[in-house]
């Protein structure tokens, strides 16, 4: 059983920074890309800052040079930090990483999500 456990989310004024955390643990083997995703009410899933294994990082046009995200390997954790914080970054986000579990295959697991609101 694999978990990821986000914390860090919250309420910031336009401008401020937040950091968010996530965590995995369980029965990990390897993982692969980790990446954080938001969703704004009415709208869809977006990526927005993506790390693989090998450092190699993806990041949304809206978060480019506001956001940076980055990994501990040693403790299973990815980070985004978020500058500059606009209303329109306000959303659920979400953690995902590619893991394998066990002898299994790598699949994509979610985290249960954390609240960000950006008042203006």
């Known amino acids: 059983q694999v978990q990821l456990v986000e914390s860090g989310g919250g309420l910031v004024q336009a401008g401020g920074s937040m950091r968010l955390s996530c965590a995995a643990s369980g029965s990990i083997s390897s993982i692969y890309a980790m990446g954080w995703y938001r969703q704004a009410p009415g709208k869809q899933r977006e990526l927005v800052a993506h790390?693989?294994?090998?450092?190699?990082?993806t990041y949304a046009d809206s978060v480019k040079g506001r956001f940076t995200i980055s990994r501990d390997n040693a403790k299973n954790t990815v980070y985004l930090q978020m500058n500059s914080l606009k209303p329109e970054d306000t959303a659920v986000y979400y953690c995902?990483?590619?893991?394998?579990?066990?002898?299994?295959?790598?699949?994509?697991?979610w985290g249960q999500g954390t609240q960000v609101t950006v008042s203006s």
């Open positions: 790390i693989t294994s090998a450092g190699n990082i």
């Open positions: 995902n990483a590619i893991i394998r579990s066990g002898f299994g295959p790598p699949r994509a697991y």
